[in-house]
């Protein structure tokens, strides 16, 4: 007779070890977890977070897929799940599962010069993409990234943006500037009219809220971006993250497994993509 393999209920997170607590902005806060058993992910793909006793929520890892004993989540606080998490303290045991979905492009991307737009939290899947391309100097030489924050206060990842600053080239804009700020005041889209941008050859990555992906995403089909090389991160109301449940639905597609990274060229014929 044939034994049945055992099937591991795909709903059981494993266990994650907090370790760590980095406040990052008033609101927002980067979680090392160490995971209980070997965890991998691809840049772009996301992962369900248990905070006992509270629920799950999805996040897209902000740290480098090359790094594989830790994995920063960098989480704004906005309800439930993500208020309790804030006041988690090191040491304690969460849950995680996953990975999920469909992250960035990379072998699309190589040897394309790469124009990254994030606005507020949502820096941190580009943390990720970003450390990934910096982890590959011969495959992406030409790396811009373009960062809106409602305030300087509200810019997330200041300790690390001066050493990117060695490496690529980024600028800064707030809603909102203070009088020491220096750099731009204004809404994000803004800055992509201060870089030189290869239209030809560059591909486009935005995340952020919807209203800032809408017009991030007009500004670049402005300036001749053709729609198969604009990516979105589109973080509809996720659920079960196994294409089951049907709450992230964007159209024809799961957001969970046919995203969360779409081409708006897949997405321009939807109507309501940007709620
Ligand atoms: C693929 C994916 C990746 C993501 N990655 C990240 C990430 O890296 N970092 C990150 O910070 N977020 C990320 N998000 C968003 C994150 O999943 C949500 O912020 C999170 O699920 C919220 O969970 P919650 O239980 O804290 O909020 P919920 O309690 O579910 O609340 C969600 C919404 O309800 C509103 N709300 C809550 N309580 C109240 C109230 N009392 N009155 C009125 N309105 C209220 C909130 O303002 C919010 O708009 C991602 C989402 C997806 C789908």
């Known amino acids: 007779m044939h034994s049945v393999p055992a099937m591991r209920n795909p709903y059981l997170p494993s266990r994650a070890i907090l370790r760590e607590v980095i406040p990052e902005t008033p609101a927002i806060a980067t979680f090392v977890l160490e995971p209980s058993e070997p965890f991998s992910f691809a840049t772009g793909e996301f992962v369900q977070l248990t905070v006992p006793g509270v629920g799950e929520a999805p996040f897209t890892p902000s740290s480098s897929p090359s790094r594989t004993e830790t994995i920063d989540l960098t989480v704004m606080r906005i309800g439930t799940v993500t208020e309790r998490l804030h006041t988690i303290a090191p040491g304690a045991i969460l849950g995680i599962r996953g990975p999920y979905g469909r992250g960035y492009p990379l072998e699309e991307m190589k040897g394309k010069p790469i124009v990254l737009i994030g606005g507020g939290v949502g ?153």
């Open 123 to 275: 820096l941190a899947p580009l943390r990720s993409l970003l450390l990934a391309l910096l982890d590959d100097p011969a495959s992406f030489s030409r790396i811009t990234l373009l960062y809106g924050a409602r305030t300087p206060e509200d810019i997330v990842y200041k300790r690390l943006i001066p050493s990117w600053r060695e490496r690529i080239e980024l600028r800064l804009s707030v809603d909102r500037g203070t009088p020491e700020w220096k750099e731009t005041v204004g809404v994000v889209t803004i800055l992509l009219d201060q870089v030189d941008l290869d239209v030809a050859n560059a591909v486009a990555i935005v995340c952020g809220p919807p209203i800032m992906m809408k017009f991030a995403t007009i500004r670049l089909l402005d300036k001749g971006f053709p729609p198969e090389r604009i990516y979105l991160s589109m973080e509809s109301n996720m659920s079960c993250g196994i294409g089951q449940c049907r709450h992230c639905t964007v159209g024809p597609y799961y957001a969970c497994k046919d995203g969360p990274v779409f081409a708006y060229a897949e997405l321009s014929g939807l109507s309501k993509i940007w709620v």
